[in-house]
């Protein structure tokens, strides 16, 4: 029984069509590309003559789905972060003093008097006159917290209090660890995506991996050390009061108070107040921009909270100095002159114009909630990149025409339909991939290749099983049947094995492994098909036509 | 005309010297482990964290060179080879860069990089650094972990899949032909001291797969041929299936071997360890499956009725209709 039934037939041609039709803007990538970015330029910006021009170059009627090429083909750094979540304790710690203190302050009379002691990160260690009345204090320590509203820490506080001494230990509790983590996580993610998409690179991709680390992925740029400089800075902007002004870096700051070097004038120091006044959070925008005498300088805003605290501060303290510090450097110490009521102001220092669009543009995204340290870095050149693509090209090219010409010397005809069959195969799996909006990278290209040799094999299993058939003269149409019928659970054995080595590496593998694994995957999907369905309809509308009385294959 | 590899009347008794195959089969196991033992792997950077280099440029690549720019940098140990190419211009000379992971920092320093560049610079107006990769030591031990997390998964997988389709003793003799193939290839690593990354994990399960494919597509025959043949000795049965199926073996093992050498000749350098792999991996991977993995079904033995088609399953695929 070699026939197709009309409605199985239009549908298997409509499904291959519709894909390889989707694999089409990839033969001309350079044209579609300047169409999608042009679009997106339009989006954000609005049109001009060039980017109309670029548009109407691709049919908007065709699709415009193109392969993402990989860092390794492209060129671009790759980062992976790993997130100081740590760092956000301590300053949680410090938010709960005020409340912890005020409570305990109100049951001074069996407590005493408290004072606040220095311990490690991220403990808040408070010490009490009366250590008998330790079980009471941390009672009331306790009645500061909050119960925690996440899914998972559902039954639990946010804060732990022990007692040591005469001392007390307040901590956040595990479950509230793991939602700041989360938060904070985050938190980083989105001000890095801000940052790097105000930098402008294309394409970028960002992810979270595991519970506090992010993969940065940035096509274009120069080194691994640009992509550091643009998302490593935390940015943090605080206005402290200055307490003195010294060129001794071993100065002994005093208690609550920070030793900062100046940014500009190096062997100046300046000792400030650890509570700001104000910080670069409330800011609601930052913007570059000259100061009277011309130089680069940031201008900010504050919100109305953020005005409303610089408004107060700058009345009550005039004549005195107030410092801006950016990351732990004082970036200017002006001395108050007037009283500042309308939340804004402008940031002075050696600037070039470049560092103070740079600084602006920090300001803006945010700063980092905490630090990042970088685990993994790489940078791969454009040419290197280029090279890559054309080696690979010419090693695809090289391959497929070899296996073809094989093919076709070992069967002849049916090696004919084979190939038909395999280059319909190729042009599937750039569809899908296009479909997908997956990456290719240089594993991934090895894959494809892999696959032109392999895609094969579905075909020389069926058509060896015909050479059998044939051999017992049952006639050509029973003989492709049976070898159709009997090579299939082969095939199907076959392909689900390495199908499921290819799902492993997805699942296991990163980067350029997991490209790898889906050209591999989808080369194994769309081989099958092309091997049952292509194949066999292109031999069985041959057989409809001329109807021979022997065959070989 | 055809282009015949394997002529129609073939016809070879492969069991004619099974214990002399299986034993060299054993003996080059036996190698791979000492080997990996006594001279070790050539991990790269992913496994054992530190900052490869590639330089490139218009002058020859002195290594003794580079060496003393290097050296007073006092960055640990530092290896430098050299990179070829057939697609290199003339003019293009590219040395690879490692240096060891430096303490304290997880990724490479602004700092060190400048030095190094600054370092190679002075030997070496002309050179640039098309690339510069960095993995610190805390990832390259997960990265070692998730690896033999990746192998030992894919080969479990595979055991359980084939011990469903066919019969326990099948599934036994595909997988340890499975961890033949893999040994050997790292024992081929171990003695040519290929650089071993990442990217050689994911060769190592692709020979995995390729690997259980060819010894499946046997096996398929196998299970075929006991059906038909009831009362045939095993080792009979085993040898004509081999002989049914060699020509298949031999198109496919070529195609693919086609494909492959042709990414190894022309595809550059960056991936060519990673083709290396795979092109050993396809060749022990096809000798595995009629030396390997069917003496074992001999010696473990084999459920002779197949009778009943609920057992084996072996045709439940094939109501598939085109």
Redesign the interface.
């Known amino acids: 029984m070699l026939q197709?039934s009309t409605w199985?037939r239009v549908l298997?041609w409509a499904f291959t069509a519709l894909i390889l039709f989707m694999a089409v803007p990839n033969l001309f990538y350079p044209r579609v590309e300047s169409h999608n970015d042009a679009l997106k330029q339009i989006e954000a910006a609005g049109a001009t003559p060039e980017l109309q021009e670029a548009v109407s170059a691709w049919p908007s009627w065709m699709p415009s789905g193109l392969l993402n090429l990989g860092l390794?083909l492209r060129g671009g750094a790759y980062l992976?972060a790993?997130v100081q979540v740590e760092d956000v304790y301590a300053e949680r710690m410090n938010g709960y003093w005020p409340e912890v203190r005020d409570a305990l302050r109100e049951k001074r009379d069996t407590v005493g008097a408290i004072r606040r002691v220095d311990g490690p990160a991220g403990e808040l260690h408070v010490k009490i006159a009366n250590p008998e009345a330790r079980a009471e204090a941390i009672e009331t320590a306790k009645g500061v917290s909050r119960p925690i509203l996440s899914l998972t820490g559902v039954g639990s506080n946010d804060i732990e209090v022990t007692g040591q001494g005469d001392t007390l230990i307040v901590t956040l509790s595990e479950a509230e660890k793991i939602a700041t983590d989360d938060r904070t996580v985050k938190q980083s993610l989105e001000i890095v995506r801000r940052r790097v998409d105000e930098a402008g690179t294309r394409e970028p991709s960002i992810q979270r991996q595991g519970e506090t680390r992010i993969i940065i992925q940035v096509p274009g740029i120069g080194?691994?050390?640009e992509l550091?400089d643009l998302i490593g800075q935390t940015a943090k902007l605080t206005f402290h009061p200055v307490v003195s002004r010294t060129s001794d870096p071993e100065a002994n700051p005093g208690a609550r108070n920070l030793l900062v070097p100046s940014m500009d004038e190096s062997g100046t120091y300046y000792i400030i107040e650890e509570t700001f006044v104000v910080s670069g959070d409330e800011l609601t925008d930052a913007q570059p921009s000259f100061d009277q005498n011309g130089r680069p300088a940031v201008s900010f805003r504050f919100n109305p909270t953020g005005a409303r605290k610089f408004g107060d501060y700058t009345r009550d303290n005039i004549g005195s100095p107030f410092a801006i510090v950016l990351d732990n450097e004082v970036i200017s110490a002006p001395t108050i002159q007037d009283h500042i009521p309308g939340g804004s102001g402008i940031i002075t220092g050696n600037f070039t114009i470049e560092e103070s669009t740079n600084l602006a543009v920090l300001l803006r995204a945010g700063a980092l909630p905490a630090e990042m340290?970088?685990?993994?870095?790489?940078?791969?050149?454009p040419?290197?990149g280029a090279?890559?693509i054309?080696?690979?090209r010419?090693?695809?090219i090289?391959?497929?025409i070899?296996?073809l010409a094989?093919?076709w010397?070992?069967?002849?005809l049916f090696g004919i339909f084979a190939n038909i069959a395999l280059i319909i195969n190729v042009g599937l799996i750039f569809g899908l991939l296009s479909i997908i909006g997956a990456t290719l990278t240089?594993?991934g290209?090895?894959g494809i290749?892999?696959t032109?040799?392999?895609a094969?094999?579905a075909n020389?299993?069926v058509f060896?099983r015909i050479?059998?058939e044939l051999k017992t003269a049952r006639g050509p149409s029973r003989a492709i049947e049976l070898g159709?019928?009997?090579a299939?659970?082969?095939i199907?054995?076959?392909?689900?094995?390495?199908f499921?080595?290819?799902a492993?590496?997805f699942a296991?593998?990163s980067g350029?492994?997991r490209g790898?694994?889906i050209t591999?995957g989808l080369g194994i999907l769309t081989s099958v098909f092309c091997a049952?369905?292509i194949t066999?309809?292109l031999i069985v509308m041959w057989f409809e036509r001329r109807r021979p009385k022997t065959i070989?294959v | 005309m055809r282009l015949k590899l394997v002529p129609d009347d073939f016809n070879w008794d492969f069991f004619k010297r099974w214990k002399l195959t299986f034993g060299a089969s054993a003996l080059a196991m036996v190698v791979s482990v000492v080997l990996f033992f006594a001279v070790g792997l050539n991990f790269g950077i992913d496994f054992l964290g530190g900052t490869t280099i590639r330089t490139e440029s218009t002058q020859e690549v002195d290594v003794g060179l580079y060496r003393q720019a290097i050296a007073p940098l006092g960055l640990g140990d530092v290896s430098i080879t050299e990179v070829f190419d057939a697609s290199f211009d003339a003019d293009q000379h590219v040395a690879q860069v490692r240096i060891q992971s430096q303490e304290g920092a997880e990724s490479i320093t602004e700092q060190t990089i400048a030095a190094l560049e600054a370092a190679l610079k002075s030997v070496d107006p002309a050179i640039t650094f098309p690339s510069v990769e960095s993995v610190g030591p805390k990832v390259s031990n997960e990265l070692v972990w998730t690896a033999v997390q990746a192998v030992v998964f894919s080969i479990a997988a595979v055991l359980f899949y084939i011990w469903l389709r066919f019969e326990w003793q099948f599934s036994l003799g595909a997988v340890i032909a499975l961890v033949h193939d893999v040994t050997l290839t790292i024992g081929v690593f171990c003695l040519l001291q290929i650089r071993f990354d990442l990217t050689i994990i994911a060769a190592l399960l692709t020979i995995v797969g390729y690997s259980i494919n060819d010894t499946v597509i046997v096996f398929d025959r196998v299970r075929e041929n006991l059906r038909r043949y009831k009362k045939m000795q095993l080792m009979e049965v085993l040898n004509i299936s081999i002989n049914e199926t060699m020509s298949r073996t031999v198109m496919t093992s070529g195609t693919t071997l086609l494909a492959l050498f042709a990414l190894y000749a022309l595809g550059g350098d960056v991936i060519r360890g990673f083709v290396f792999a795979m092109i050993w991996g396809i060749v022990v991977g096809t000798y595995s499956s009629i030396f390997v993995a069917s003496p074992i079904l001999l010696w473990l033995g084999v459920k002779r009725d197949w009778s009943k088609p609920s057992q084996g399953g072996g045709t439940q695929f094939a109501d598939v209709d085109a």
């Open positions: 197709i199985k298997i390794d992976l790993d080194s691994a050390q550091k340290t970088f685990l993994q870095e790489r940078t791969i050149g040419e290197l090279d890559s054309e080696a690979g010419i090693a695809t090289v391959a497929f070899a296996v094989f093919m010397l070992s069967y002849g240089l594993p290209i090895a290749v892999l032109v040799g392999m094969v094999d020389v299993l060896e050479r059998e159709y019928e009997k299939l659970s082969a199907l054995d076959a392909n689900v094995t390495t499921i080595t290819a492993i590496l296991l593998g350029p492994v790898f694994a591999l049952i369905y066999r309809m070989e």
